[in-house]
């Protein structure tokens, strides 16, 4: 019997970031936005807070770009602060290269295994499903889903005993699959 695992974020992920104030490295998105119109131009930032001095950056999604050319529903978002259209930006490699930015993802999600009536079977198949791209290593959620320390998980993958089509010692943020057996 396959087990579904899914992987799902909980808040926003904090922003890594030098802030120009008081030279922290962290910062917290909060959803909210700005736009500005010149003429037929428009320009939207994300807003964040620094952690430390509360100084806000704005991180450019859009960029002197026509307004004709912006989706209607997207504007209507943007003047909403609406705290789901952040988190898709956030996951936006683009808008993350252009800005200079990367994302701390601790403390920000959560595993949900659906029960843990699974633990007691002799062999466990389980499929790992991210609701968002989330960098996690696989080790962890394993040893979190079982009630496992991660160094008993590693033993169990030096042993055989713990199986996947791909490789559990790095980071993933896409599904995969492994097998356990006691």
Known sequence: MLNSWVVMP?????????????SSERFRANGKFRVNANHKLL????????TVCGDTAKLTVLER?????????????????DPGLAAELLQDPVLRRRNRIALDW?????LD???????????????????????????RLIAEGCGL????????????????????????????TFTLKR
Do not use: Q, Y
Not at 43 to 50: E, K, M, Q, S
Not at 113 to 139: K, M, Q
Not at 149 to 176: H, N, Q, Y
């Open 10 to 22: 909980t808040c926003l992920p904090t922003v890594l970031r030098r802030c120009h104030t008081c």
């Open 149 to 176: 320390a991660r160094a008993e998980v590693e033993r169990l993958i030096t042993e055989g005993r713990l199986v996947s089509a791909v490789r559990l010692s790095g980071k993933l943020s896409d599904g995969f």
């Open 65 to 81: 770009t026509n307004v004709r050319s912006v989706r209607p529903e997207l504007l209507d978002r943007m003047h909403d602060n």
């Open 113 to 139: 295994t659906g029960g843990s009536d699974h633990l007691d079977r002799e062999v466990i198949d389980v499929s790992v499903r991210f609701a968002a791209r989330i960098p996690v290593r696989p080790v």
């Open 106 to 110: 601790a403390g920000a999600w959560r």
């Open 43 to 50: 320009d939207a930032w994300l807003l964040v807070l620094c």
